[in-house]
């Protein structure tokens, strides 16, 4: 049994979204309406059922940055706190990623914004990666009959949550701009967004 996160109608989970606690500069469109993301309380959090839980990770995942903006994933919810992560290929650009490697790069994205989120709340996820082929993240032709969605990726999150979350690196996610100016190397980081860096976990 799987259902299609594209699928789900926004209106059910309306509580995930608080435009009272959003950025004074969000954007009050629709479309804008995952950066209005709420973090939720320990306990609100804990109150959600397996399926709630796993659609709100997914929503952490949506606001990741992807290449040249164009959102390629999909998510597939599966039982067993389970989400398959889809690469959307009539989204690849044809002519600047051919192979459907920026793409594939944005996936990592989305599932690195879903463990962090994940972690904030003291759970523990783990990535699993089905074999794909070359051709299978290539863009898709649009006459193509073939279905768009490849599966690149499956997340499980395991644990319980923690009393307390992080929401210092929930807010450093939400926060986050592209930002198209020429390099400033005077301007500074911001303190939060330093403490944020120094606490992150360092690769062995």
């Known amino acids: 049994m799987t259902r299609e996160f594209e699928k789900i109608n926004a209106h059910q989970f309306a509580h995930f979204f608080d435009s009272q606690e959003s950025k004074p500069d969000a954007s009050r469109q629709e479309i804008h309406r995952a950066w209005r993301l709420k973090i939720l309380p320990p306990q609100e959090f804990e109150s959600l059922n397996e399926y709630e839980k796993l659609v709100y990770f997914a929503g952490w995942g949506l606001i990741a940055p992807t290449n040249h903006n164009t959102v390629p994933e999909k998510?597939?919810?599966?039982?067993?706190?389970?989400?398959?992560?889809?690469?959307?290929?009539?989204?690849?650009?044809?002519?600047?990623?051919?192979?459907?490697?920026?793409?594939?790069?944005?996936?990592?994205?989305?599932?690195?914004?879903?463990?962090?989120?994940?972690?904030?709340?003291?759970?523990?996820?783990?990535?699993?990666?089905?074999?794909?082929?070359?051709?299978?993240?290539?863009?898709?032709?649009?006459?193509?009959?073939?279905?768009p969605l490849t599966h690149v990726a499956t997340i499980k999150f395991n644990g319980q949550i923690n009393e307390d979350v992080n929401a210092q690196m929930l807010n450093a996610m939400l926060n986050r701009k592209v930002e198209r100016g020429v390099y400033d190397v005077k301007v500074k980081l911001p303190q939060s967004l330093q403490d944020v860096i120094l606490q992150t976990p360092k690769d062995k």
């Open 75 to 147: 998510f597939r919810i599966r039982k067993e706190r389970e989400i398959d992560l889809l690469l959307d290929r009539s989204l690849v650009l044809p002519e600047s990623d051919r192979h459907g490697r920026q793409a594939t790069v944005s996936i990592g994205c989305v599932a690195e914004n879903m463990l962090q989120a994940a972690q904030a709340y003291g759970l523990t996820a783990s990535l699993n990666f089905p074999q794909v082929g070359l051709e299978d993240t290539k863009p898709l032709a649009k006459d193509s009959e073939t279905s």
